[in-house]
Structures are given as structure tokens and as C-alpha cells.
């Protein structure tokens, strides 16, 4: 049973209500959707979720050789998972081949029934691997 949410937070541990990581998984193999964070919700059983989760991702990257437009999606579980939220294909010059590029995401599962979520790349018509060289994928239980 989860634990009662309470009006103080003196000696409270908020830690699992903010969970981030900033660890790269890995890069897309040209035009593959792929996964570049992944993030475990801790203790997830034990949190009591009122509303849902708030999520937020953030990337730099290098386009490959031919792309020509980037998607980013945040899912539950897996590249398989149910999408959160997607931004559509992003275009234009700052989004072509072998330049450097940052972009962010913010979406809201209002019925979460997973401990993983991860933060996904898409690079049309990429005939080369891209690279993420900085990765942020955030969390708010609330």
C-alpha cells in the first residue's frame, strides 16, 4: 500500500518524487527510433501518485549524414511502449545533417501503471548514425 501523502516534509525523503538521469543509452543507427534515456521511477509501488507524473527530457545531439528532420517521444517501459508525448518531426536548417543541436520535451502520463519511462530519437531519412552527446530525462511524482 503506498505510503499517505503528508502536510510536512520536515525529515521527509522526496527523492523518489524527483528521480533524473543524465546518463547517455545510446545513439541512433541512422533512420532507427532509439532509445537515449531511460529512466526507473524508485520505489514505485510505495508512492502515492494523486494526479501523475510530469515528465521532462532534454538533448544535444549530432544529426547523421542525410537527416533531415528529428523526433523525440517519451514512452512508457520501451521503444514498444505507449507514447507520452511526441514533438513531430522537428525541421529546418538547425536540425540537418552534422549539426550540433539541442532540443527538450515536456509531457504529463496521467495514468502511470509503469516504473520505466524512456526518452526516444528518430532521425528521418538518416543514411548515417547520429550522436547524443548530452542527455537530461526528469521526473515529478505528483
Known amino acids: 500500500m503506498p505510503q499517505p501523502i503528508t502536510s510536512n516534509v520536515i525529515h521527509e525523503d522526496l527523492t523518489v518524487r524527483f528521480p533524473v538521469t543524465t546518463t547517455v543509452v545510446a545513439s541512433p543507427a541512422a533512420a532507427a527510433e532509439t532509445i537515449i534515456a531511460s529512466l526507473a521511477i524508485p520505489q514505485f509501488g510505495d508512492v502515492a501518485i494523486v494526479s501523475g507524473i510530469l515528465l521532462q527530457g532534454w538533448a544535444a545531439y549530432t544529426v547523421g549524414t542525410s537527416g533531415s528532420a528529428v523526433t523525440f517521444r517519451i514512452r512508457q517501459t520501451n521503444v514498444a511502449g ?33 516504473a520505466t519511462y524512456v526518452l526516444t530519437m528518430q532521425v528521418t531519412a538518416a543514411a548515417a548514425a547520429s550522436t547524443v552527446s548530452a542527455v537530461a530525462l526528469a521526473a515529478t511524482v505528483i
Open 82 to 114: 505507449t507514447v507520452v508525448v511526441s514533438t513531430g518531426a522537428l525541421t529546418g536548417s538547425q536540425h540537418g545533417a552534422g549539426i550540433l543541436s539541442a532540443d527538450d520535451i515536456t509531457g504529463y502520463d496521467a495514468t502511470p501503471g509503469v
